[in-house]
């Protein structure tokens, strides 16, 4: 049957993929109510559209970082894409790379920055965790540089992993076929089984829990990268992280992965924003599946969004063509809400465009 939306390919990839890798992708920390409430938040904010206005042209184009894409749709990292699919990154690379986008490589993906760079062209950001040998940071932060990556996304939200329940169960590990490639040939390449989640063990034993703002300070000092530091969901956090010299922020709960009852990230936006007061642009990652929610994003003063299971479950099931195809009809969706609302350039919406549960009656 025909697919009309991104939603549709969750159930192809579970029927598809083995149970561990299904689990791996889906699943939320404990109680999943973090990764229940990233989707229902957006039912909680409606539009204001304005009518009878122009809309027979609709510019969907924006910058990042100084670089120009054709949507603010991006994608998020994603660890161990080629569980999903043989081609992995690699599809996942064209395919951004296709639609004009932007593709942000994760530190543990079954692809080197180098192969993904030999992929052909694009822009794409490289996703950093930081590990407790920091010769193995700085070296690989190198290799993103001439690789022609062009920007470090820090995740700041996993000095552990979070408990994802169903990992645990399953004796979670990466299948012994694959390496997480960036580390190949060494001994933090392969992952071993454990009586725990083999990611949780892995984290445990390599990622450098004692990470605070002075190492933000300290890769600033090993790379000219801009630094988008990923997992602010407070005031607090956006106003250091713009002290700490980020070139910008993404608002993101890693996909309710990490811990649970944090709220939606659809809901901590508006406070990161006003925190960030225009000094660095803010992104969103987190339950975005509608044209309608990247919309939200940005009338809530999001600059992007970035998208992550979408791209796992498409992979799984069509390969590149599959994450081709979210592009588009997440691309589609969105410029139809622009239309239907009565904007026609991203710089058009606003606060005024959509109403939230939270406002005020006006
Ligand atoms: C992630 N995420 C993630 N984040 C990160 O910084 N490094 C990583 O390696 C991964 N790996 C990863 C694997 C899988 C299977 C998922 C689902 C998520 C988090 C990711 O970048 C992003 O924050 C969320 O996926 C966004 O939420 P949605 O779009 O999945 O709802």
């Not at 697919?3 to 791996?24: F, G, H, Q, R």
């Not at 932007?102 to 992929?119: D, N």
């Not at 996993?158 to 990992?167: N, S």
């Not at 250091?240 to 936006?269: E, K």
Request: hydrophobic share 45%; with cysteine.
């Amino acid at each position: 049957m025909e697919i009309t939306n991104v939603s549709e390919y969750e159930a192809i990839a579970k029927a598809k993929l083995p149970k561990m890798v299904y689990d791996y992708y889906a699943s939320g920390a404990e109680d999943q109510w973090t990764l229940q409430e990233n989707r229902n938040a957006f039912s909680r904010i409606l539009f204001r559209p304005r009518i009878l206005i122009d809309v027979s042209k609709i510019d969907m184009a924006t910058t990042v970082l100084g670089f120009k894409i054709s949507m603010p749709i991006m994608i998020a990292p994603t660890a161990m894409q080629k569980m999903a699919h043989p081609e992995g990154e690699y599809a996942t690379a064209r395919a951004a790379s296709a639609a004009g986008t932007i593709m942000t490589l994760s530190s543990w993906a079954t692809s080197s920055v180098e192969e993904v760079a030999s992929t052909g062209p694009g822009i794409r950001f490289f996703q950093l965790y930081v590990y407790k040998d920091r010769n193995v940071v700085a070296q690989l932060v190198r290799r993103a540089e001439r690789a022609g990556f062009k920007a470090i996304a820090l995740t700041v939200d996993t000095p552990r992993l979070g408990r994802r329940e169903a990992d645990i169960k399953n004796r979670f590990v990466l299948p012994p076929f694959l390496t997480l490639k960036n580390f190949e040939g060494l001994d933090i390449g392969k992952m071993d089984k454990s009586d725990d989640s083999g990611l949780a063990s892995y984290v445990a034993g390599q990622i450098d829990r004692s990470l605070s703002w002075k190492d933000v300070k300290w890769l600033q000092t090993i790379t000219n990268l801009p630094i988008l530091v990923k997992g602010v969901i407070t005031a607090e956090d956006a106003r250091l992280a713009v002290q700490a010299g980020a070139a910008g922020i993404i608002v993101s709960n890693h996909g309710a992965r990490q811990l649970d009852y944090v709220p939606a990230t659809i809901m901590a936006l508006e406070e990161v924003v006003k925190a960030a007061q225009g000094r660095v642009p803010v992104f969103l990652d987190g339950g975005v599946r509608r044209g309608t929610d990247v919309f939200k994003a940005l009338a809530l003063g999001a600059s992007g969004i970035f998208i992550g299971r979408p791209v796992v479950f498409s992979l799984a099931a069509e390969g590149e063509a599959g994450v081709r195809k979210v592009l588009q009809m997440l691309r589609d969706e969105f410029e139809l809400t622009m239309a239907l609302s009565g904007c026609r350039s991203l710089k058009e919406i606003t606060r005024d465009h959509i109403v939230t549960e939270w406002d005020r009656p006006r």
